[in-house]
């Protein structure tokens, strides 16, 4: 069955450090994006992209980035790890066809923790 | 901007009891999407339900219901009979064409926890 995972599932890592988080989705969707989840925020924004080579930024970029180099994968690094980053961080999918808005398929979740 | 709220952070129900969970929306745009989304205590995000501004029809799949109101900017979700596998935290979320230059980003409430104890 075709699906959207994330890996790892739990990281723990260091102030400073940089870290990758990875999205992988085997729906052959144009369209993935980058979320983060915190206690009296809801999800939001944190980069996206529509296609190969395409990256956006979203609602909370800072101190992130993306990129697109295949359809399958949109990996998020963290270039320097801060305790303001512990979250848990969602990557979703949606078909891209340009027909208009679509549902979005989410993965099940990293969760990170900055020490 | 797009805006959503969901006013209950928390409500917590004795099984079979119905409840509804509020959602109010602020946009600008004549077309635009709503979305609930499910999370169960394992953390997964679950899609229940997608609406477009054009069907203020309400839907109901089983126990679910959704009534959309656009007079009042509000799309809300009633589980009747409530069930302890209904405990979750639950999201509404808005997409429309003012989303950064395309339809397709979601802005999320900041989602109601409910329980339902038995």
């Known amino acids: 069955d075709a699906e959207i995972t994330q890996s790892p599932r739990h990281k723990i890592t260091e102030t400073g450090r940089q870290v990758t988080l990875a999205c992988h989705q085997t729906w052959n969707h144009n369209n993935m994006f980058w979320y983060r989840q915190d206690l009296g925020h809801g999800l939001r924004l944190i980069h996206y992209?529509?296609?190969?080579?395409?990256?956006n930024k979203g609602e909370v970029s800072d101190g992130y980035s993306v990129s697109r180099s295949n359809t399958e994968d949109l990996p998020l690094t963290l270039e320097s790890a801060a305790s303001s980053q512990t979250s848990v961080y969602f990557c979703?999918?949606?078909?891209?066809?340009?027909?208009?808005?679509?549902?979005?398929?989410f993965g099940p979740g990293t969760r990170l923790l900055v020490l | 901007a797009q805006k959503v709220t969901q006013a209950q952070t928390e409500i917590s129900v004795v099984e079979k009891e119905d409840v509804t969970l509020d959602c109010v929306y602020e946009?600008?745009?004549?077309?635009?999407?709503l979305f609930w989304y499910k999370q169960p205590p394992s953390g997964e995000l679950v899609f229940l339900i997608r609406?477009?501004?054009?069907?203020?029809q309400n839907e109901i799949s089983g126990r679910y219901s959704w009534n959309f109101q656009k007079s009042t900017s509000s799309f809300n979700f009633t589980i009747t009979a409530s069930q302890v596998v209904d405990s979750a935290v639950y999201f509404c979320a808005l997409s429309d064409s003012n989303s950064g230059g395309s339809n397709y980003k979601l802005t999320f409430g900041k989602g109601t926890l409910l329980t339902v104890n038995p």
């Open positions: 609406r477009n501004s054009f069907d203020e």
């Open positions: 946009t600008r745009d004549t077309t635009y999407y």
């Open positions: 979703a999918s949606s078909p891209g066809t340009r027909a208009g808005v679509e549902t979005q398929y």
């Open positions: 992209s529509y296609g190969v080579q395409d990256t």
